[in-house]
């Protein structure tokens, strides 16, 4: 397993946590848009949502459909052990980056 | 939404999706792509949500395309633009050119096709117009022929005693210019509202306008209430409401009416033929409630909304039954005259016309509420459209054809490598739906660029974008594209899929290629149409130019006349003498209308028994208006203002001397018509003593044949007419000698308008010259002929661009050939002939074919006009040379550059 992952497979990553079972394509695009206020295309979320899948960072299964959806299931998303610790590596290597900045003095 | 609601556009998206993308994703892609477009019609609409949903799929489908089954198709489809690509680059030239024709093509057919649809979709806005009608009748003051779109007020009330199919019957009536003052903190300002029309209460149960402020229900229900638009409204009180202020209609006699403002209209779409400003309630019209019953006013629109599922057919028959019984009663008491004698056998018809109708029909030809559309100029901007487009298909197909062959020994590889036909064939429509495809997207990014020079040009307010979201228009694109890709690519396809590869591989293929005889025929084609246009824009322009020369009888140089000159009432006679003492003018003169304008007319017959009744224009006017417009006198003498009997006399011109019986200067001999009397055979039987006799002048467009015209004393006060007494016009002859530049015009004209505020300060100032209403009288043919100058020179620009591909495609085939000729000593010129002459022929051939079409054509659309410029043969010489001489230019680079061609380097590769 690398240390590190792409940036938006990350913020997808987070996203599927933070939804804790209703992750599916458009609530985790828009979860994300809410975060990073920027706006990502459908079509993006779930190519990654499937290459994480397929990195076996993500697991899914089918459910829970809407008249909106005109009673189609959705793809509800799940985060894998495996994924918990590929945050939290990312999360290490982050950590430890960061903590080599010089310490800075605010006017300096 | 339910899935019945999706719009076509939507469903050929998921059916993209459905396809192309992997099974086990569908359902849930599906699903996403309607909670999506939910979210975002609720938040942005429906044109951003359609849109998005489209960028989504096919964001969806590239991304997921590899997940489907059956790879092969993806694989392939990636690999065929791929290649389709890579020979578009590998002939630059072709490509462009073929891509440059085709795109002009569809551009200019986008644009007139934008235009007809605009023109033939009048008053499709209605709420009810399916089952609104408006009723017309027979011209009964001419051709009774003739369908004439305004009835009396009669045919209203007959039709609600005893026609019981309408839901409403509604009458409106054309008030005319009528000025307007509203005073506003004691300030008063005036308008001239020239959109203002009377309509009766149930006007809105008929027309559904909608109402910004007030109650459809009764804003027309008391006498003098109006209804304004939302604009006008803003004129007047600017943001202020408007609701029950008072606004006042001037009368020709300098008093004013007060009006109370009861309701706004939002204001009326442009596609409307009814266009007004202001509305009042019709019992505010002088003598409308006594008239109501009459048959022969016949200035009323009158309209019905049937009943639901009403046979309009049935109900027209029913119709027929109304005038013998009705109108009667009027010519009785009119023209004493019972309703056979005043027929004299000819029928009376009613006519249903369905609203939607109104704009565009050939006839009636005349509006008197709002716009009339041309029928004959929507026709041929329709076929113009469809040529260009043709042609640029023609085009398209032409090269493509031609650029495939050059493709033969890919073909033989391919297959050699084990392609079955049917990817060959894929392939070459695949390739020619793209190119068909990126066309139509520049196309369109053209039109939407260039419309706005259009519209100044078409005076329309045309805009793609809304058709954007239209399915149909969506699937006449797609329609479009797949027959003029099939159609090109199906050739190449067919023919080329079918060799032996061994054969073309060997080279064999070049020489058997049999695309040329359809190749010269379409280009046969293509030129038949660019020489038949040039022909016809020519005498389209000749035409033009010719009708301001003919010689129109009086002098219409140098007038400058003033409108609205009824607002004065008594006061146009002040003015007049005031304008008579500037030395600019060499004669000032009133009149109760201008040429080319001179629409009154009535019913006459001269004195004596059984003289026959008929239909004679009229104006009134003063003694200085005839001198003013230098009109020939044959006999007789101008009107005398010293003479008091003058008043009641009358001057004809010569058409009406004939046509009331008198004969010709010829045959009238020593009894002429001076002295004798004319009868109006209408009410008084007054006597009106001829004076003189005019030489025929044209008072109306050139367009028409001169009619017989009666000219009254203005001062007749006992004629019954609108405009006796008070003339509507001052006309003014200026001395040139006064107006040297424009400076000095421009002066002139400030200083009459000084004067007439002088008189009248509220008096609305316009002012045209008569050269130039003569020549508006020209107004759409004009428009029609730049239009048409347009597309002519596109026609030509798409057929010099495919036989510019033509003989570069026939350059390449042919260059070992003129190598070979040029070893065995061939001369430079001998090539440049030799090459030159294949083409010259089709042109030659073009012009043979084109030269009759474009003379019937021509000789059809002359027979509009009374007065017609001949059809000179030079025009054609010319058409053929200009054709021939685009043609050889269009060759002539192509042939010096293969005849100049080093032999060495052309057979060097073998």
């Known amino acids: 397993m690398s240390r590190v992952i792409g940036e938006l497979e990350e913020l997808i990553l987070l996203a599927v946590c933070i939804l804790d079972g209703d992750g599916y394509g458009i609530s985790v695009k828009k979860e994300v848009e809410r975060h990073t206020e920027r706006s990502i295309l459908l079509g993006a979320v779930h190519i990654t949502l499937y290459r994480l899948q397929d990195k076996g960072l993500l697991k899914s299964h089918l459910g829970g459909s809407s008249e909106k959806r005109g009673d189609r299931r959705k793809r509800l998303f799940r985060i894998t052990n495996k994924g918990m610790e590929q945050l939290r590596a990312s999360q290490d290597v982050r950590q430890k980056m960061w903590s080599l900045i010089p310490q800075l003095t605010p006017g300096s | ?910």
């Open chain 2, 1 to 910: 939404m339910s899935k019945s609601q999706k719009s076509i556009a939507r469903k050929l998206a998921s059916t993209l999706i459905q396809r192309w993308v992997g099974h086990a994703y569908i359902e849930e892609f599906l699903g996403d792509l309607d909670e999506m477009y939910e979210d975002r019609l609720a938040a942005r609409g429906k044109f951003i949500a359609e849109g998005m949903y489209w960028v989504d799929a096919i964001h969806l489908t590239v991304g997921f395309s590899s997940t489907v089954k059956k790879q092969s198709h993806s694989m392939f489809i990636g690999n065929m633009i791929k290649i389709a690509w890579r020979s578009a680059v590998h002939q630059k030239q072709f490509t462009i050119l073929n891509l440059l024709g085709l795109t002009l093509g569809v551009a200019t057919c986008l644009a007139i096709g934008l235009y007809v649809y605009d023109e033939s979709t009048y008053d499709t806005f209605h709420a009810n117009g399916d089952r609104i009608y408006r009723i017309n009748q027979s011209m009964i003051w001419g051709d009774w022929n003739e369908e004439f779109g305004s009835t009396g007020p009669g045919v209203t009330e007959a039709i609600r005693t005893d026609i019981p199919d309408f839901e409403q019957v509604t009458r409106i009536f054309y008030v005319g210019d009528q000025l307007m003052r509203v005073t506003i903190d004691d300030k008063a300002t005036h308008f001239n509202e020239t959109k203002y029309y009377a309509a009766e209460d149930n006007f809105f149960k008929v027309f559904l306008f909608p109402f910004l402020k007030g109650d459809p229900k009764t804003a027309l229900k008391e006498a003098n209430s109006i209804v304004i638009t939302a604009s006008t409204a803003k004129r007047y009180f600017g943001d202020a409401d408007p609701m029950g202020k008072m606004i006042e209609a001037k009368s020709t006699t300098g008093t004013y009416t007060p009006f109370t403002i009861t309701g706004v209209l939002a204001d009326i779409p442009t596609q409307s033929h009814l266009q007004f400003d202001m509305l009042s309630s019709l019992y505010s019209v002088a003598g409308f409630k006594d008239q109501r019953y009459t048959w022969i006013w016949t200035i009323f629109g009158t309209y019905g909304l049937v009943n639901k599922g009403t046979d309009v057919a049935a109900l027209t028959k029913k119709l027929q039954a109304l005038p013998p019984k009705w109108a009667g009663q009027t010519t009785q008491r009119v023209f004493n005259q019972t309703f056979e004698q005043f027929t004299k056998g000819q029928p009376w018809t009613l006519y249903l016309q369905p609203i939607q109708d109104i704009y565009l029909a050939k006839s009636p030809g005349f509006n008197r509420f709002g716009p009339k559309g041309n029928p004959q100029f929507v026709m041929i901007f329709g076929a113009v459209g469809i040529l260009v487009l043709l042609l640029s298909s023609i085009n398209f197909m032409n090269l493509s054809t031609a650029r495939s062959s050059n493709r033969a020994k890919e073909v033989g590889v391919r297959k050699v490598l084990g392609s079955k036909k049917s990817t060959l064939v894929r392939q070459f429509i695949v390739e020619s739906v793209l190119f068909v495809t990126v066309s139509t997207v520049v196309a369109l990014i053209l039109v939407q660029l260039s419309l706005n020079a259009f519209n100044t040009v078409a005076e329309k307010k045309l805009s793609l974008l809304p058709h954007l979201t239209n399915p149909y228009f969506f699937g006449m694109l797609a329609a479009f594209i797949l027959i003029v890709g099939l159609g090109a690519g199906s050739y190449p396809a067919l023919y080329l899929s079918a060799f032996k590869p061994a054969e073309t591989l060997k080279g064999k293929l070049r020489a058997g290629f049999k695309g040329t005889g359809i190749r010269n025929g379409l280009v046969v084609f293509q030129f038949t149409v660019s020489i038949a246009l040039i022909i016809c824009t020519f005498f389209v322009q000749k035409q033009l130019s010719y009708t301001r020369t003919i010689d129109v009888g009086i002098s219409k140089d140098h007038v400058l006349q003033l409108y609205n000159m009824h607002q004065l009432g008594k006061g146009v006679d002040v003015l007049k003498a005031r304008l008579q003492n500037n030395s600019a003018f060499a004669v000032v003169g009133k009149s109760s209308f201008i040429p080319p304008y001179v629409w009154g007319g009535d019913r006459y017959r001269a004195e004596g028994p059984d003289q026959p009744v008929v239909d004679l224009h009229y104006m009134s006017c003063d003694e200085n208006y005839l001198r003013l417009l230098q009109v020939e006198f044959i006999t007789g003498r101008n009107f005398d203002p010293a003479n008091a009997a003058d008043k009641y006399n009358i001057i004809i011109n010569e058409e009406a001397a004939r046509i009331l019986g008198y004969g010709s200067k010829e045959t009238w001999g020593d009894k002429s018509p001076l002295g004798k009397f004319v009868v109006q055979s209408f009410g008084s039987e007054e006597k009106l003593q001829i004076i003189g006799v005019v030489k025929d002048f044209n008072f109306n467009s050139v367009k028409q044949r001169i009619e017989p015209l009666l000219i009254m004393n203005s001062d007749n006060d006992k004629h019954w007419s609108y405009t006796a007494g008070f003339p509507s016009y001052l006309s003014m002859r200026l001395n040139p000698a006064s107006v040297q530049n424009g400076d000095e015009l421009q002066r002139i004209i400030d200083g009459v308008k000084a004067e007439v505020t002088k008189v009248d300060p509220s008096v609305t100032f316009q002012y045209s010259f008569m050269d130039e209403e003569f020549d508006n009288t020209f107004r759409e043919e004009r428009k029609m002929s730049v239009v048409l100058n347009l597309f002519t020179v596109l026609a030509i620009v798409i057929a010099c661009l495919g036989l510019f591909g033509l003989a570069a495609f026939s350059a390449d085939q042919r260059k070992k050939e003129l190598g070979i000729r040029k070893l065995h000593g061939a001369s430079i010129q001998h090539l440049i002939f030799l090459f030159s002459s294949e083409f010259t022929k089709l042109v030659a051939a073009s012009i043979a074919i084109a030269i009759p079409i474009a003379y019937l054509m021509t000789d059809y659309w002359l027979s509009n006009f009374a007065y017609r410029t001949p059809i000179d043969i030079w025009v054609f010489i010319i058409a053929g040379v200009t054709a021939m001489s685009i043609a050889a230019f269009t060759v002539g680079f192509q042939s010096f550059s293969a005849a100049n061609a080093n032999p060495v380097e052309v057979l060097k590769n073998e």
